[in-house]
């Protein structure tokens, strides 16, 4: 991350806006208002708080996992502000956010890593693996992948019925080695479908690196040998990201067709509250990517803005610590979804079979409460 100039290629530069020295570059800056900056920095830092008290929440043994994208937080939380609310986020582990932004109740999106009875999804679905209809979000699959051809499907749903909705599918770079994600590209561009395919390239699919995921020169550069447009874009420069969404959203909703972006980051933490990175990855190569947080970059760039200082800084940490204690404080307070809900979603109209089943549990009584 050298140049902040785009080489002419856009699959082979990288496209930036923040500079090291926290200005932005007027060739590529979307110019945001002011508010909209002070959001999207909010969101970040919200992200951030969030997902290191999650951490230890599972480190406590209060949940049972957990999958952070810290040094992430640009891509989710940009993509947000670039869709409208309405467009369909199909995404990957590291994107959830995207639902608080929206405005998800955060209470009842911690409550899907509690999986207990404020939990829309009832339990069932393994932490980190948050949907919901009411912001236009899917759940992922844990499988690497199958999200890329639903994404590409249910714009292609769009088009037929002429919605103006634009669909958003995520991946891993570890997922660009799937059959999904070339069986998603290639419908994708031959049915000029409204969506745009983002890979996060955060370097590691768990301990595998990029390198033994891909002999292209760049993640972006496949994009043309399927025939759609595609963008290397500086995923820790909330900026650039922006921008390159906002245009690839506007081509999909003119009828345009899709994009593929690959958004270059780094997954700072472990792959998950499972997994050990030490074993895999150096200390110095985590650090160098530590230097390029998203966080800290655009902090530099909103404080030379007079946007943030230290004082206002301290008080809005303060402040989404509070917000996040209330919402967990809440949540605990509530147990395991009630038994009997094993039952409900599974039919429309439940058989007489589960009906004596659901009434044989219900007549034992309750198991008791863990420890
Ligand atoms: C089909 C399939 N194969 C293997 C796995 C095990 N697995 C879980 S996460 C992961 C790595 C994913 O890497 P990447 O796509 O780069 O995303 P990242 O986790 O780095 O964000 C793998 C191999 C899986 N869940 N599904």
């Not at 109740?105 to 339990?123: C, E, I, T, W």
């Not at 919901?132 to 699959?141: A, D, F």
């Not at 890329?148 to 019925?161: I, S, Y």
């Not at 081509?251 to 972006?261: D, E, Q």
Request: net charge neutral.
């Amino acid at each position: 991350m050298t140049s902040s100039a785009p080489a002419s290629d856009p699959t082979l530069g990288l496209l930036r806006v923040l500079r090291d020295d926290g200005s932005s570059d007027p060739a590529t800056d979307p110019m945001l208002p002011q508010a909209q900056l002070l959001r999207l920095y909010r969101e970040m830092r919200r992200v951030r708080v969030l997902e290191g008290r999650m951490v230890a929440l599972q480190r406590q043994g209060r949940i049972g996992f957990y999958g952070s994208c810290t040094g992430q937080e640009a891509t989710p939380i940009a993509v947000a502000a670039a869709t409208q609310p309405t467009d369909w986020v199909f995404p990957a582990l590291r994107e959830s956010s995207i639902m608080l932004y929206r405005g998800f109740p955060l209470v009842r999106y911690l409550a899907q890593v509690f999986g207990n009875s404020l939990d829309f999804l009832k339990g069932r679905q393994m932490p980190s693996h948050m949907s919901s209809r009411s912001v236009h979000q899917v759940s992922w699959s844990s499988c690497i992948g199958p999200q890329l051809p639903q994404a590409v499907g249910a714009a292609w749903a769009a088009k037929l019925r002429k919605e103006p909705t634009v669909t958003v599918g995520f991946m891993g770079d570890g997922a660009t080695s799937q059959p999904d994600f070339h069986a998603a590209m290639n419908f994708a561009a031959v049915y000029r479908v409204p969506c745009v395919l983002i890979c996060q390239n955060n370097h590691w699919s768990i301990s595998v690196p990029t390198a033994r995921q891909t002999a292209s020169q760049t993640i972006a550069v496949k994009a043309k040998a399927y025939g759609m447009p595609g963008v290397r874009v500086d995923g820790n420069d909330v900026l650039a990201v922006y921008a390159a969404v906002s245009d690839a959203v506007a081509a999909a909703r003119a009828g345009k067709g899709p994009t593929f972006i690959e958004s270059v980051t780094y997954r700072i933490g472990a792959h998950s509250t499972s997994d050990d990175p030490t074993r895999y990855r150096s200390e110095a190569e985590v650090a160098e990517w530590a230097a390029k947080d998203p966080i800290d970059r655009f902090r530099r760039y909103l404080t030379r803005l007079g946007l943030v200082t230290e004082q206002s800084d301290q008080q809005l940490e303060a402040e989404l610590n509070d917000e996040i204690t209330h919402a967990i404080t809440e949540v605990e307070r509530h147990g395991p979804p009630a038994r009997e809900t094993l039952f409900d979603d599974v039919y429309a109209v439940r058989p007489w079979f589960l009906e004596e089943q659901r009434a044989e549990l219900l007549a034992q009584p309750p198991a008791p409460a863990p420890h």
